[in-house]
């Protein structure tokens, strides 16, 4: 025997005599998720799979401010709005994420960059008011902070917080159409998101709906 076969058959004895019991990497079982960061994608793909369709998306539809009577309530009193109609993120100083509907005129399309959007005119006055988000890039946390089941506290750290958050952010160009050709004065719908902190922020909007029309 060799020396190498030697050690090994020694090291199989000496653990039948304690009762222990090789275990090998075929044996570990496939479907348990990792605890740690490596087992963050399959986490919120489960949260995403139980909760997008399910919940996020009725609750934003359900819930969807008209852009008029948003801007009302918040010029009035933000936090009074917010309580009532808004979900507030995580952190010191975080922003309300309203639910938010309006239809307007595209006055500006920036489509030749990953972050595309659409700047409308929502009441009238031939400027813009609006920036509706288009993906593929979307910024910003809103679809997360909107949700009131997306709690910081279930989550393993921030990190993968802020990973359900960008997996949210990439289902929206699969929910949004933007035809081709010039959309200069095309009316579109929109059903989304805003985060405001403030009467005065802009309106910026992570969109679950957009509608064309000439």
């Given amino acids: 025997m060799t020396r190498r ?8 004895a000496a653990l039948s005599v304690t009762g222990c019991k090789v275990v ?4 570990k079982d496939a479907s348990v998720v990792p605890e740690g960061p490596e087992g963050d994608d399959a986490r919120n793909a489960a949260r995403l799979e139980a909760t997008f369709d399910a919940e996020l998306l009725p609750l934003i539809r359900d819930r969807a401010l ?23 993120g995580s952190g010191q100083g975080a922003a309300w994420n309203f639910p ?12 030749d960059t990953r972050a595309r959007s659409l700047s409308l005119d929502t009441d009238g006055d031939k400027a813009a008011d609006v920036t509706v988000q288009l993906g593929p890039v979307i910024r910003g946390s809103a679809l997360r902070d909107a949700a009131p ?17 960008r997996a949210l952010n990439d289902r929206i160009p699969d929910l949004v159409s ?13 059903v989304g998101v805003t ?6 922020d802009a309106v ?9 029309a000439p």
């Fill in 178 to 190: 933007v035809p081709e050709g010039d959309l200069i004065g095309m009316q579109v719908a929109f």
């Fill in 66 to 88: 008209p852009i008029a009577e948003l801007r009302m309530l918040v010029a009035q009193d933000i936090d009074d709005a917010g309580e009532k109609h808004a979900n507030r």
């Fill in 5 to 12: 076969l030697l050690f090994v058959l020694s090291i199989l």
């Fill in 149 to 165: 089941f997306y709690q910081f506290d279930d989550f393993r750290d921030q990190i993968e917080f802020a990973k359900l958050s």
């Fill in 100 to 111: 938010v509907t309006g239809t307007g005129t595209v006055t500006e399309a920036k489509l």
């Fill in 195 to 200: 985060p405001l902190k403030s009467a005065g």
């Fill in 24 to 27: 090998f990497d075929e044996d």
């Fill in 204 to 212: 910026v909007v992570t969109p679950i709906s957009v509608t064309f």
